[in-house]
Nanobody, 117 residues
Framework: QLQLVESGGGLVQPGGSLRLSCAASGFLVDYYAIGWFRQAPGKERTGVSC?????????FYADFVDGRITISRDDAKNTIYLQMNSLIPADTAVYYCNALKLWHSYWGPGTQVTVSS
């Protein structure tokens, strides 16, 4: 079964850090571009960061990231990471990863990130 599963979310205080993981099974992600998205309650899903396939030489971040988030991939582990630092309450959302290659697109079920004191 082809699937993506996110993990690493949780409750963190403002200023804290989390490392999200996106693990793929049933297919190899090395040729897939991977995107991280988030969706806050009552808002649309929006892109956070994306990384190209085959080594990840091209990376993009949304403007609101402001240097606080780093995306990386370990194709040997079939996993993509999102390191989030200096978290603020506005980062509270469900975070999703997406794998895209040509017309193939896979989504994970998401992981909840809550930033609150």
């Amino acid at each position: 079964q082809l699937q993506l599963v996110e993990s690493g979310g949780g409750l963190v205080q403002p200023g804290g850090s989390l490392r999200l993981s996106c693990a793929a099974s049933g297919f190899l992600v090395d040729y897939y571009a991977i995107g991280w998205f988030r969706q806050a309650p009552g808002k649309e899903r929006t892109g956070v960061s994306c990384i190209s396939g085959r080594g990840g030489s091209t990376i993009f971040y949304a403007d609101f990231v402001d240097g606080r988030i780093t995306i990386s991939r370990d194709d040997a582990k079939n996993t993509i990471y999102l390191q989030m630092n200096s978290l603020i309450p506005a980062d509270t959302a469900v975070y999703y990863c997406n794998a895209l290659k040509l017309w193939h697109s896979y989504w994970g079920p998401g992981t909840q990130v809550t930033v609150s004191s």
